[in-house]
């Protein structure tokens, strides 16, 4: 069974940092594009940012472009988002999500993990 | 960026009604078009890609259509279980978006 564990959700100040991790189990996510998808309180989903299959870079939304940097750690099987110059409006559920192939849509989505930014 | 508009944003029906979710696109996306279904407090559940692609697992009641700008979701026959918020989502080019959703409640 394919699962994926989000973790290291905390509050945060507004200017901080913070580091999630999207463990995976089941699939080799070298193998398979990997997002980060948000939601805001009460709000709808955001997409975030993507890694194709084995692909070096990332593609990321306006919202979050120079502030947040997604990355893999292949040995380790697990996602990264480093979330850096927070805002209030950063301030949501997080979720790693796989896909398995080009053309398909996002099919496995972990728990997700909360994100608060306040002082 | 290409926008996604959803129609309506709330729908009120009955067990057993068929329902129909619009999702238009602001430009061309071909049909890389994906639906998502979500209850409160849980994740997003892939119902369709490539526009009427029915994901592994998904009923039969739910089906996609469309191409270019326009697309539609429908559930042929309303269970119990389909109570829940629905969303577009396209993936033609980065950056990825999602329709605003459509919230499907009791009548």
């Known amino acids: 069974e394919v699962q994926l564990l989000e973790s290291g959700g905390d509050l945060a100040q507004p200017g901080g940092s913070l580091r999630l991790s999207c463990g995976a189990s089941g699939i080799i996510i070298n193998n398979y594009g990997m997002n980060w998808v948000r939601q805001a309180p009460g709000k709808g989903l955001e997409w975030v940012s993507g890694m194709g299959v084995s692909a070096e870079g990332a593609d990321y939304a306006d919202s979050v472009k120079g502030r947040f940097t997604m990355s893999r750690d292949n040995s380790k099987n697990t996602l990264y988002l480093q979330m850096n110059s927070l805002r209030g409006e950063d301030t949501a559920v997080y979720y790693c999500?796989?896909?398995?192939?080009?053309?398909?849509?996002?099919?496995?989505w972990g728990q997700g993990t909360t994100v608060t930014v306040s002082s | 960026d290409i926008q996604l508009t959803q129609s309506p944003s709330t729908l009120s029906a009955s067990v057993g009604d068929r329902v129909t979710i619009t999702c238009r696109a602001s430009q061309s996306i071909s049909t890389w078009l994906a639906w998502y279904q979500q209850k409160p407090g849980k994740a997003p559940k892939l119902l369709i890609y490539?526009?009427?692609s029915l994901e592994s697992g998904v009923p039969s009641r739910f089906s996609g259509s469309g191409s270019g700008t326009e697309f539609t979701l429908t559930i042929s026959s309303l269970q119990p279980d389909d109570f829940a918020t629905f969303y577009c989502?396209?993936?033609?080019?980065?950056?990825?978006?999602f329709g605003q959703g459509t919230k499907v409640e009791i009548k």
């Open positions: 989502q396209h993936y033609n080019s980065s950056p990825w978006t």
């Open positions: 490539k526009a009427s």
């Open positions: 999500a796989s896909r398995r192939g080009y053309g398909y849509g996002m099919d496995v």
